[in-house]
Structures are given as C-alpha cells and as structure tokens.
C-alpha cells in the first residue's frame, strides 16, 4: 500500500501562484510514476500533470506553460508549481500514483486550491 498526503492549498488571487506538495509514504519501491489531477464542483476529474520514473513529463492543455511538475526521488515528495492562476483553475486537486503492484494506483485526499479577487 501507498499513502499520499497532499498539502499547500489554498486562497490565491488570480494571477498568483502556489506550490503543492505530495508525500508518499508505504510501498514506494512500487510507484512508477505520480501525477496531479483535480476536480471542480459539478466537473469530472482530470488530468493536470504527470511525471514517470524516466523523467517524462504530461500536461493538460488548459495549464501548459503555467504549471510545472517535479519530483525529489530523495524525500518521496512530487510537487506542482502553479503560477499564473486563473479562477477557472479552482479545484481540488488529488495527488496520485501509479505502482506496480496491486491495487495498480494510490490517491491522496485532495486539497483545495481557490483563485479569486
């Protein structure tokens, strides 16, 4: 089993930025790659970004150029840069994991991200 505990939510302004983090913790040797999604009131989930083992990375369209994903392999953290944030990106946003074993993915709990005036 994998544990993913999400954390740097928030209000922000449009136009503002804020730093997600996701700690993992558990069977790591497991997880291949960890990603974010996130989900609006009334919307399905989606994908926000991607990162796998081999370094290769996957944004949505809506956040190119504005959000960045990393990971430091060293504390088991995956982390989402956000800037430039727009109200439309309001969301909770779930930290995930893909692993190689059963039960072949993990998520966190959310965290709220709120962008208004």
């Known amino acids: 089993q994998v544990q993913l505990v999400e954390s740097g939510g928030g209000l922000v302004q449009p136009g503002g930025s804020l730093r997600l983090a996701c700690v993992a913790s558990?069977?790591?040797?497991?997880?291949?790659?960890m990603g974010w999604y996130r989900q609006a009131p009334g919307k399905q989930r989606e994908l926000v970004a991607t990162?796998?083992?081999?370094?290769?990375?996957n944004y949505a369209e809506s956040v190119k150029g504005r959000f960045t994903i990393s990971r430091d392999n060293a504390l088991n953290t995956v982390y989402l840069q956000m800037n430039s944030l727009k109200p439309e990106d309001t969301a909770v946003y779930y930290c995930?994991?893909?692993?190689?074993?059963?039960?072949?993915?993990?998520w966190g709990q959310g965290t709220q991200v709120t962008v208004s005036s």
């Open positions: 558990g069977s790591i040797f497991s997880i291949y790659a």
């Open positions: 990162n796998t083992d081999a370094g290769s990375t």
């Open positions: 995930h994991a893909n692993l190689r074993t059963n039960p072949f993915d993990s």
